[in-house]
């Protein structure tokens, strides 16, 4: 049974930096695709980071390229997303989720998911 728990979530000032982590349990690690997702209010959830099942290469989306970096320890089963540079439109729950076959970092590539983290960040 696949469990995924995000912790790391808080408030933060423009310019600042959270690390949000996701462990996980139920399924062997290296063989899914594992990444992180936000929905900020009024908005559809989207991918923001992801690892891919296949090469365990990164996929980062567009708006968060060169300020938050995704990582994993296989060895602990967690999956952590760094942000750095915080903006105000970084505001969302935060999502991390699981796929065997995820072969794109798109909601719906991915079946299993854990509880959101609020990420707040004030101007």
Avoid: H
């Amino acid at each position: 049974d696949v469990q995924l728990q995000a912790s790391g979530g808080g408030l933060v000032q423009a310019g600042g930096s959270l690390r949000l982590s996701c462990a996980a349990s139920g399924f062997t690690f290296d063989d899914y695709s594992i990444g992180w997702f936000r929905q900020a209010p009024g908005k559809e959830r989207e991918g923001v980071s992801c690892i891919s099942s296949s090469d365990r290469s990164t996929y980062y989306a567009d708006s968060v390229k060169g300020r938050f970096t995704i990582s994993s320890d296989n060895a602990k089963k967690k999956v952590y997303l760094q942000m750095n540079s915080l903006k105000p439109e970084d505001t969302a729950v935060y999502y991390c989720a699981a796929d065997r076959y995820g072969s794109t970092c798109q909601p719906w590539m991915f079946a299993s998911w854990g509880q959101g983290t609020q990420v707040t960040v004030s101007s």
